[in-house]
Every structure is written in C-alpha cells, then in structure tokens.
C-alpha cells in the first residue's frame, strides 16, 4: 500500500495533461561531500561514501562507536549529526572531576556509554526505499494522559526524567530521541547525577551552549524547549491536544497522533506549533495523514513538512489544505493547487512514469497551473517531466 501512494501522489502532481515520455531514469548517488561537506565526518563519526538515493530521499550510512545506523533524509540525517556531537559532549562531561568527584569514583572509571547496546547486523546501507518512500505509496475517546506518557514512574519519583529533560534541552536534542546511543547517554548521566547528588543546574553548567533545537524562529526555540525542559511528556500532549484543537481537528485525530510512537513529545509539540503558524483551514487533513506515520523518518519527514509550511506559508499564499487523490496538498490563494515536500533529490522513476497518466484528472479542475516545491534537487529527466506536464517548480531551503 505504501509504495502505491508514492506512484499516485508523484502522479497527481506531474499530471495535469497527457505524457508521451518513455525514458526512466535510476536514482542517482551523490559523493557524501556534497551532500554534507565538512559534516562528512567528525570526531565520533563519518559517513559512508557514497549517499544512495530512492527517488526522493537521500540514504545514509552513520558509522560510530556504537554500530552502524542507516538513515533516510537530511533532516533526520542533520538530527543524527547534532546527536552524536551531544555524544561526545556527554562522554566528555562523564570523565570531568566534578562529575566523577560526585559519584565518588575516580578518573579511571567514567560511565561507559553503549556497552549495552545491540548492533543492527544489517544495518548496512542498501538502496532500499525510505519510510518517506513507502509512505508515499499508501493512499488514501479523550487520550490517556498515561497513554502520551513517554516518561518513567520510577524515573520521575527520583529526578532522573526531569534531569534528563533539562540536560538534552540544553544540549539542542530531543529528550525523547530514539537514536540507541543518546537516549542511553542521558539516561545514564541522568541517573547518576541523581544518585550522585549533583543537582540538575551544576551538571546544566558542565555543559557548553547548545546549538538549540532546530524548531524555528527564535521566538519559537524559546517557547518549545522551556516547554520541552520543564513539562513531562504527558503534559506536552494535553498541551498539543489543546493546540490542534484549536485548529478544529477532531479529538480522535488528535488522539491517534498523540499515541503514535514514531513521534516523540518533542516532533508533536513543534508540529503543533508549525500548524498553529500556518493557520490554515483544513489542518484536520495534514494531521489524519501525519497520524498514519509508521515508521521514525515518515514521522520526521512530517515534522519537518509542516516546519517548511509554516516558513513559507505567508510567501505563497497559503490559506488551506485540501485532499487531493487522498493525500493533503494545499490551496492558495490565487486557487492554484501547491505540492510542498521535503524532498532532498526527485529522480524519474518507472513508478512515477506509469502511473503518471492514470491519475492526471485528479487535480481539481478549478486549480489552475499547479506549483511544486521542494527542498532538494531534481535531476534534469525529473524537471523536464514535470514542466511539461504543466507544473511550476521552485525550490526552498530546508529550515
């Protein structure tokens, strides 16, 4: 169901009138110096060359001390890369005299992150599809505060999740990352700050200014991190619940987004906040299909597509969302019919050819010339198809 979403989105967007083009086009690879120049590699990491691509989105091979990790997209690629700089900031800390002095241990023995951690034997890169990818190929009560609770009972009882909380947030991380080896890192600074009596702003202090979550504007860092520090993850859901809300999206909707584990606490807060930024009518749509989100970097790709929304929401005029072939695109407000998708690189396929004609009517006949826009590039075969089916492509940064 997922790759057929892809074929039918992809489609609904180059479709505006017949084609005649045969010529396919495999995904090509990028030398991973171009795709990430001097963030290549770093002091706990590098990145396998080359980067694979899927048609959409960019593959990554993250190779570090704890195991190798693939990953899908610059975005969450970008997440990854401040993660394992908080990495090498946490085992810093972990071996300093004050840490070790209030644990009573010497310097000899700081804590050892990741000795507890399975690898992925297959974690190797393959040119395999994206979660984004497979997402694009499916078409289309109150919540229990314990049921959003991303935090322990016993973890809180001790301060060891409120410590956690304030450590990530100063370091510009999630509190809440899934990514093995940081979520084990804070915890075990976490744990023994607690154990070890070193209050939470003497360890805060140990810790270098952070580069912030990368959320929005500064107003918005501000508002979403003092929120991400002091709130637990079931109080960050009533206060998502409220916003989306707001917004009219009905209370089942809101509920199974909330209790979608692909999302952490920190995505649905500034997914939240991004749509209450964009204001558009609608949003009910955006969230039903972000709420089907089934695997992390879809969960990503969503966060960030609503970000990229509200960016450019004023510049294009965006004013609502509307259901297009069962995937939410938007209304502007000249009428015209706006695909904005974090994509990092559009190639050709064979998929997109095929069913590039059979769904060409479902653009509303209302609409206009269409506009793509998107965050990447996208190969000449790619852009000469697209514009020859009528659409109007630009390109913006990736916030």
């Keep these: ?107 000899q023995a700081p804590i050892t992150f990741g000795k507890n951690l399975v690898n992925d034997p297959d974690a190797t890169m393959k040119r395999a599809a994206s979660g984004v990818s497979r997402m694009f190929d499916r078409v289309g009560t109150g919540i229990k505060n314990r049921k959003a609770s991303r935090d322990s009972t016993v973890g809180s009882v001790l301060g060891v999740d409120a410590a956690r909380r304030q450590i990530a947030v100063q370091l510009g991380v999630d509190p809440y990352t899934d990514f093995a080896p ?15 009596g070193l209050s939470v702003k003497a360890l805060t202090m140990m810790i270098p200014g952070g580069a912030g979550l990368a959320v929005g504007s500064t107003t918005t860092v501000e508002s979403i991190t003092q929120a991400l520090a002091e709130k637990t993850s079931a109080e960050i859901a009533v206060t998502v619940q409220a916003r989306l809300s707001a917004l009219k999206v009905p209370p089942d909707v809101v509920n199974k987004l909330i209790q979608n584990r692909a999302y952490s606490p920190a995505d649905l807060l500034v997914m939240a906040e991004m749509l209450t930024q964009l204001n558009a009518d609608g949003t009910a749509i955006f969230v039903a299909r972000a709420a089907d989100a089934s695997t992390r970097d879809e969960a990503v790709f969503q966060r960030v597509r609503a970000r990229v929304l509200a960016d450019q929401g004023k510049a294009l005029g965006i004013r609502a969302f509307e259901d297009v072939g069962g995937f939410p695109l938007n209304r502007l407000a000249d009428g015209r019919i706006l695909a904005l998708f974090p994509f990092d690189q559009v190639a050709w396929t064979g998929s997109i050819g095929t069913t590039f004609e059979a769904v060409g009517q479902a653009l509303p006949p209302d609409s206009g010339a269409p506009l793509l826009v998107i965050t990447g590039q996208m190969t000449d075969l790619a852009r000469a198809n697209v514009t020859k089916g009528g659409w109007t492509v630009q390109t913006v940064p990736l916030p």
């Design 1 to 107: 169901m997922a790759a057929r979403l892809l074929q039918i989105i992809l489609a609904l967007w180059l479709a505006a009138g017949p084609t005649s083009a045969q010529e396919f086009e495999q995904p090509p690879d990028s030398p991973v110096a171009q795709v990430l120049g001097s963030l290549a590699q770093g002091a706990n990491y590098s990145v396998a060359d080359p980067v694979y691509s899927d048609g959409l989105m960019h593959n990554f091979t993250l190779q570090t001390n704890y195991g190798s990790f693939q990953i899908s997209g610059d975005a969450m690629m970008r997440e990854r890369l401040r993660e394992m700089g908080a990495l090498a900031t946490l085992e810093s800390m972990s071996k300093s005299d004050v840490f070790l002095k209030s644990l009573g241990q010497t310097a």
């Design 182 to 196: 940081l979520a084990q890192a804070l915890n075990d600074i976490a744990t023994a700050s607690a154990m070890g």
